[in-house]
């Protein structure tokens, strides 16, 4: 179970490597693609500082959970995964409710997948 629980957190945190590339490089080409329901297309391109910072803050998501990978001590090390991932978990619960529910299946479904993982391992 601990190689699938490292596998799931790589996932959560390459994703979240992904949503910041697209949120602070490429709000307008594939950030739009990707929440076109949820924003009209007009509203990118004056959108698109906002979406900056929130690229940044999953950026801060996927180094946290890269982090407990280099961390040595076992109870730090799952500590710590469990912290970045129940946060990646709660903002996708809030996206899926505040923007389109395709959130929970991408973003929290994952992170919550990944917590059962650490717990059971």
């Known amino acids: 179970m601990e190689i699938v629980a490292k596998i799931l957190i790589a996932v959560v ?7 910041l590339w697209m949120e602070m490089f490429a709000w307008e ?4 693609e990707v929440f076109k329901a949820a924003l009209p297309p007009e509203m990118f391109k004056p959108t698109k500082g906002l979406a900056a910072n929130q690229g ?3 950026g801060f998501l996927a180094a946290g959970l890269i982090w407990s990978f280099l961390i040595e ?5 799952t ?4 912290f970045f991932l129940t946060c990646v978990a709660i903002a996708g619960i809030y996206g899926a409710i505040s923007a389109t529910k395709k959130i929970f299946f991408v973003q929290a479904l994952p992170a919550i997948l990944a917590i059962v993982a650490v717990l059971l391992k």
Not at 13 to 19: C, G, V
Not at 29 to 32: F, P, R, S, V
Not at 73 to 77: E, G, L, R
């Open 79 to 82: 500590n710590i995964a469990l």
């Open 73 to 77: 001590n076992p109870k730090w090390q």
């Open 13 to 19: 945190a390459l994703e979240h490597l992904y949503i």
């Open 29 to 32: 080409t594939k950030g739009k």
């Open 56 to 58: 940044l803050y999953n």
